[in-house]
């Protein structure tokens, strides 16, 4: 399974950016993705899931805020950012394939990118 993330950049306070992360390897259309961050001195926490079904479910830190998005037709799973906040620089991680159950995800049966830089800032 690989995963290609991509995205990440600088943007200001209030700003938007739109993460995409890119899957082969996996029957995309069948399984949950996710996505995660890590900032510096911190462990990496979940942001957003969507099943394969679209159900979607996020941190209460980025709710209204971020949108986790699927292309099945191109494999590729999408975080919508907006209102971004210095709180919300980290490096961004793609998980594909974790098992969702009972509202929560578990990543340790999927498959990592390699992660995207996001730096808001001014």
């Known amino acids: 399974v690989q995963l290609q993330a991509s995205g990440g950049g600088l943007v200001q306070p209030g700003g938007a950016l739109r993460l995409s992360c890119a899957v082969s390897?996996?029957?995309?259309?069948?399984?949950?993705m996710a996505w995660y961050r890590q900032a510096p001195g911190t462990q990496r926490e979940r942001v957003a899931v969507?099943?394969?079904?679209?159900?979607?479910n996020y941190a209460d830190s980025v709710k209204g805020r971020f949108t986790i998005s699927r292309d099945n037709y191109a494999s590729t799973v999408y975080l919508r950012m907006t209102s971004l906040k210095p709180e919300d620089t980290a490096v961004y991680y793609c998980?594909?394939?974790?098992?969702?159950?009972?509202?929560?995800?578990?990543?340790?049966?999927?498959?990592w990118g390699q992660g995207t830089l996001v730096t808001v800032s001014s």
């Open positions: 998980n594909a394939g974790g098992r969702y159950f009972g509202g929560t995800y578990d990543p340790a049966f999927g498959s």
């Open positions: 390897g996996i029957d995309f259309s069948s399984n949950a």
């Open positions: 969507i099943t394969s079904g679209g159900t979607r």
